[in-house]
DNA sequence: CTTGGAATGTCAACAAGGCTGACATAAAGT
DNA sequence: ACTTTATGTCAGCCTTGTTGACATTCCAAG
């Protein structure tokens, strides 16, 4: 249990001690309950669960992206997803459309039911997070933003880059 | 998809945008993945998963903490921390012993292999928090700790603050 | 042109770890 | 004595991960 971050009676580097990279540790933990709760409950009245949730968000963020793409954001396994989009293009969420230059490629697209649940998802999501956001203040956010981009393996972050470029 | 943060023209209310919110949301969704994604590896060449884990950190936490007590922590049902705990009491990582005072309760503890794995599974997760804070610096990290404080469930909160206290 | 391999997606079966419900036991509390 | 609390266990279900097997499509080398 020893402190490997700061070298005593050094100046500012006491933020980098076990203790306070402890404290890190379980604010994620439980701060990502709260995060994911609403949708959650909003899911389980309907039947579906958070696997439907990223892949309903994913979709939405970037209509008639490949199942393949989809993939290697959310990383499962094609088996995996494929059971979750079979239900959301059965129950008339999500369309599922052959490439026209690629026939092996699906494109996703939200339908507007898929749209609506989205829709009710995201507000309830980004509701929490705005509160939080409102509480503590910009510099607060950029630090939050700056630590969890830093915290991303490099290929969870050229996704969530390309999302960014994509987005604005 | 309207704009319900920033009263368009205002001063600094632009980080409460829905784009600035998505962003925030999908930050939370790709970091979390990085979060567990050392210690997942780790347990999974042992046979374990997060769920271990999960048990592991908070009896070490709270050593002799009560199963009734890490149940309101984890969050889950009796019967899903019994499983996971039958495990790692089997496996010789973890210590059940009678309540003195009241009987009823078993009071929980690390054996040594279970401090052992306890702290491979935290220095590893400790090591990506770590060169994530340096990367960004100590008011980053502020900010980063008030965001996920303002964004738990009140019941989570009280949990992570008794945590606080009784760490110190 | 054909044919073999790579890419893509689907179906089947299994495992982990959530859940509910029912029930047992022991210890406290009234 | 009776009730409540803390814990454990059995059975069964669901979601969402996994692997393996397979079909389809595309492309490139022969």
């Keep these: 249990m ?24 379980e604010a994620m933990f439980f701060a990502y309950r709260g995060f994911t709760a609403d949708p959650d409950r909003i899911l389980s009245d309907k039947g579906y669960g958070r696997a ?3 892949a309903i968000h ?7 992206t490949t199942v393949n793409n989809l993939l290697s954001i959310l990383g499962v396994t094609k088996q995996s997803l494929n059971r979750v989009l079979r239900t959301l293009i059965d129950d008339g969420l999500v369309e ?17 039911a898929g749209e609506t ?16 956001f409102r509480q503590v203040g910009p510099e607060a956010v950029v630090g939050f933003r700056q630590v969890l981009e830093a915290m991303m393996d490099s290929d969870m972050r050229r996704h969530y880059v390309r999302l960014r470029e994509a987005g604005e």
Excluded: Y
């Design 52 to 54: 439907h949730h990223r």
């Design 58 to 64: 994913f979709i939405n963020r970037s209509p008639g």
């Design 2 to 25: 020893a402190d490997t971050g700061a070298p005593a009676g050094n100046e500012t580097l006491l933020f980098l001690t076990d203790d306070q990279l402890r404290k890190g540790i």
């Design 117 to 132: 649940l989205e829709s009710e998802l995201s507000t309830a999501q980004r509701n929490r997070m705005r509160s939080a």
């Design 96 to 112: 599922s459309r052959v490439g026209t230059r690629d026939k092996r490629e699906r494109h996703l697209f939200l339908t507007e």
